[in-house]
């Protein structure tokens, strides 16, 4: 599966193999039972994040991974968004430090 990444002026497409996404469930599962306990969003902490909000932080941490050039965590956070939000194709990431900001695209 082909993700289209926005952030400001820069785009990419990562590929992030559906075997991967299958494969990682329990990694994904993982992640929920961190983020039940409350995500922060900016300067904002939701205490029971909906599924939106759970892949906007994950979308935010896809954009320190992609800042850092860490590979595994772009690609953990971007089959997270994959497995939690069906026929999503793209995502503008907010890089101004508002993570409620980032958006899903669809189809």
Known sequence: MKLNIIIGEFAMDLE???GYVDASGDSFD???GDMDKG????????KNADATERCQYAAN??????????EGMAMLSAGYIISRMP?????NIDNNGEPQ??????G
């Open 30 to 32: 993982r992640l929920d």
């Open 61 to 70: 941490k896809l954009l320190t991974a992609i800042e850092t050039h860490n």
């Open 16 to 18: 992030v193999p559906q």
């Open 87 to 91: 026929g999503v194709t793209g995502v």
């Open 39 to 46: 995500i922060r969003l900016g300067s904002q902490f939701v």
């Open 101 to 106: 900001n980032t958006i899903f695209r669809q």
